[in-house]
């Protein structure tokens, strides 16, 4: 997590390496926390524009968010933080990511055209150093 710009917009690093393993019996409980604990904090960090970075690589399906709770997360952000959401970069999609997220706006609607608008795919990090200052980004030494 850091800022950018001269406003100071906030840059939220999400890494999925690090979530829970849906083995876990309390995987629904630890996930459903995760989530709150992750919409508070934005709502104390965030006043203006942000974006979102999310680190897939390094991670096993198994640790992968599943379809329903992406869903879920989706619609139970605040409207002021998904108009203030500037981009949401995917850095190493996988094949699973890519389909999940096309999944959920195909079948359910729940995207709006404007948030699929602002995903954005990043292949290697060298990609994602040209469009964001490194400075403010912590990339864990698994994935790098």
């Known amino acids: 997590t850091g800022y950018y710009g001269d406003g100071l917009n906030a840059i939220i690093v999400f890494a999925a390496c690090f979530l829970p393993d ?19 904090t934005l709502e104390l960090m965030v006043a203006e524009d942000y974006m ?3 680190l897939n690589g ?3 399906r198994r640790r ?8 879920k997360c989706y619609q139970m952000i605040d409207r002021r933080l998904r108009k203030n959401l500037k981009s949401f970069i995917i ?4 094949w699973f990511i890519r389909t999940i997220l096309a999944s959920i706006y195909m079948f ?16 290697t990090l060298s990609e994602l150093r ?3 200052p490194m400075e403010y ?5 698994s994935i790098v």
């Open 52 to 54: 979102i970075v999310y």
């Open 108 to 123: 359910f609607l729940c995207f709006s055209s404007k948030f699929s608008s602002k995903i954005q795919y990043i292949n």
């Open 130 to 132: 040209e469009m964001i």
């Open 58 to 60: 390094a991670t096993p």
């Open 22 to 40: 849906s083995s876990r019996t309390d995987y629904n409980y630890v996930m459903e926390n995760l989530f709150l604990y992750v919409i508070s």
């Open 64 to 71: 992968m968010p599943g379809l329903g709770w992406m869903k």
């Open 91 to 94: 850095v190493h999609p996988s």
């Open 137 to 141: 980004v912590h990339i864990p030494d």
